[in-house]
């Protein structure tokens, strides 16, 4: 438990410099591809390969527990695994163009989701011992965090949607989304990823989730503001009408 902790400290530390440094380093892929990370392959394949490890490795942990059919690991164990299945073998098929991922990203991307899904499998399957009783269904904590969850799931896979509909087939424009969280920041899929996992955090109410949740913030916030400042200079016009924020209402 020592030894676990230690990794867990570690990675909130990495999760430190990872945040610092996309302020100053633009991660090279999507919206800000960029030839400078060296070879890329086809955006689908790449979307496949860097997400599904960590579906595969949470199974492990499932298949390989003495407690898996317990329903409050099980419950959590659906959840994480609900999202990383649309992850990998759904939403790879929905994106649309021709675009490609470096394979430098593609890589840290493999990694982080094996350290993830090891920790995580960790702490629900070997570590969490008698906390996570049938009763904890009923607790506060995973009510809630339950409901969060899905409020993220739903922002989410919704916000993927607008984006992936901004155009008409051989319509070569560029567009702002404007529906659903659209409206409120620039980077509304990633607002819904940052919920689903603060429910996550919350559901498990545990130091494993919690630092999920840290690594999806210093990834996702710093590109938000890239992303922002890539809107701000293509559709300036609408800028100056629209409030927005970058990926959390109201706040940033």
């Not at 090891?118 to 996570?132: K, N, V």
């Amino acid at each position: 438990m020592i030894q676990f902790n230690i990794l867990l400290w570690a990675m909130v530390a990495t999760a430190v410099v990872v945040f610092v440094s996309l302020y100053f380093v633009d991660a090279g892929y999507g919206k800000m591809i960029s030839p400078k990370w060296g070879w890329a392959i086809n955006n689908k394949v790449a979307w496949i390969l860097m997400e599904a490890p960590v579906f595969f490795v949470m199974l492990y942990f499932w298949l390989t527990a003495e407690n898996m059919w317990a329903v409050a690991p099980l419950a959590m164990f659906l959840l994480f695994e609900l999202h990383y299945f649309q992850r990998s073998f759904i939403f790879p098929f929905l994106l649309k163009g021709k675009s490609k991922m470096p394979v430098a990203i593609m890589l840290m991307g493999i990694i982080f989701n094996c350290l993830n899904g090891y920790i995580q499998g960790m702490w629900l399957f070997r570590l969490s011992g008698d906390m996570y009783s049938a009763e904890w269904l009923c607790t506060p904590q995973f009510v809630i965090g339950t409901i969060i969850f899905f409020m993220g799931l739903i922002i989410n896979w919704h916000s993927d949607y607008v984006i992936r509909h901004l155009r008409k087939p051989g319509d070569t424009n560029h567009y702002l989304p404007k529906k659903g969280m659209y409206k409120y920041v620039t980077s509304a899929n990633y607002f819904g990823e940052i919920t689903e996992w603060a429910g996550f955090a919350i559901l498990t109410w545990s130091f494993a989730g919690t630092v999920f949740l840290i690594w999806t913030m210093a990834n996702l916030v710093p590109r938000a503001n890239s992303i922002y400042h890539k809107y701000e200079k293509e559709f300036a016009d609408e800028f100056r009408q629209r409030p927005l924020k970058r990926v959390f209402p109201f706040v940033y």
